[in-house]
């Protein structure tokens, strides 16, 4: 594992946190039994997800869920108000759709990013599902700057690498426009930490407008056949931790902690971009079971929100999205 992920695992922060009473060989043997445990945590989430394969082939495997969790979750209990309040979507869920759907398959998703040290999964989920709307909107996909939001944007509560909600960053990007990656690249997953904000960058108007909400199965699925949106899912544990392929069924927790871009579906799940990188998952893709009811497998269609696309957009083959 040292050899393949220890590079990783270093450069990212994910390392057991150093203890100076510990001498090496008690360093050593926390990393065993971190080691183990996270095995332990790999055979249950396989017996609970029969449909889904889980390995330590990544650089999380010596981290516990506690410190997993801080890592790349959040709290999303503060600040639902302000989510609820969200105009709900004017969606007809009785309206055909389609059998199943991708939008990887569109042009109008750029590849899977990685957060990082900076648990800022709410503003990497605002931008992909910004992105893929101005596409939708336009026919330009643009590579839109994550550090402007993690440096900048304080609509409701933003606080960069210590939190935020993707509807808020969302709102931000519709009223003020977007840099573009090129001008305002990413540093924050390197150093852990929000930055000051630069104003430098001339921002390019998004043709999107406000962000409107939905919750349930057949509005999740109604809404993913106009464009990809914006999910809060409960992602921070082992299942996610160690998901390699398949389709997840069950989660271990209650509440929502992560932020991702629901980007398709099919007829036994829908399918999930993460912001952990290329190497995680289905190269950076989870599938979530359908069909659960209530709030759905890991509360996938509890928390969806996406901007109105203001403007018509141009005709995306059939052909292309579905499978």
């Known amino acids: 594992w040292r050899q393949d992920f220890g590079a990783a695992a270093t450069a990212q922060g994910l390392l057991p946190p ?73 969606l007809d869920v009785f309206a055909p759709r389609a059998t199943s759907m991708d939008w990887t398959t569109s042009n109008c998703v750029n590849p899977v990013r990685n957060q990082g040290k900076c648990a800022g999964c709410w503003l990497f989920s605002a931008v992909g599902t910004a992105e893929s709307a101005h596409c939708l909107a336009t026919g ?28 808020a960053a969302l709102d931000y990007l519709s009223s003020g426009g ?39 199965e057949a509005a999740l699925v109604t809404a993913l056949n106009t464009q990809p949106v914006s999910v809060l899912v409960e992602g921070g544990n082992s299942v996610w931790r160690n998901y390699r392929g398949g389709v997840i069924t069950q989660c271990p927790g209650a509440r929502s902690d992560h932020a991702v871009v629901a980007v398709g579906y099919d007829s036994s799940s ?34 969806v929100s996406f901007p109105i696309i203001s403007a018509p957009k141009p005709t995306v083959s059939v052909e292309m999205l579905l499978h």
């Not at 304080?154 to 210590?162: A, L, R």
């Not at 971009?273 to 759905?296: D, H, T």
């Open 270 to 303: 829908y399918k999930i971009r993460n912001s952990w990188g290329a190497s995680w998952g289905e190269a950076g893709y989870v599938r979530l079971q359908r069909g659960g009811g209530g709030k759905g497998t890991c509360n996938v269609v509890e928390g």
């Open 178 to 216: 977007g840099c573009l990656e090129q001008d305002y690249p990413y540093t924050s997953g390197s150093s852990g930490q929000s930055g000051t904000c630069q104003n430098s960058c001339s921002k390019k108007k998004l043709s999107f407008g406000a962000t409107v909400r939905v919750s349930g």
């Open 18 to 90: 150093a203890v100076e009473s510990q001498s090496p060989l008690e360093a050593e043997t926390d990393a065993l039994q971190r080691f183990f445990d996270n095995k332990v945590a790999i055979e249950i989430a396989r017996r609970t997800n029969p449909n889904a394969t889980f390995d330590n082939d990544h650089p999380f495997a010596l981290m516990t869920d506690a410190e997993f969790k801080n890592h790349v979750g959040l709290s999303f209990e503060e600040g639902y108000s302000a989510f609820r309040s969200l105009r709900t979507a004017d």
């Open 140 to 167: 330009e996909l643009i590579d839109l700057s994550e550090q402007q939001v993690t440096s900048c944007s304080t609509n409701g509560g933003g606080q960069g690498c210590q939190g935020g909600w993707p509807h």
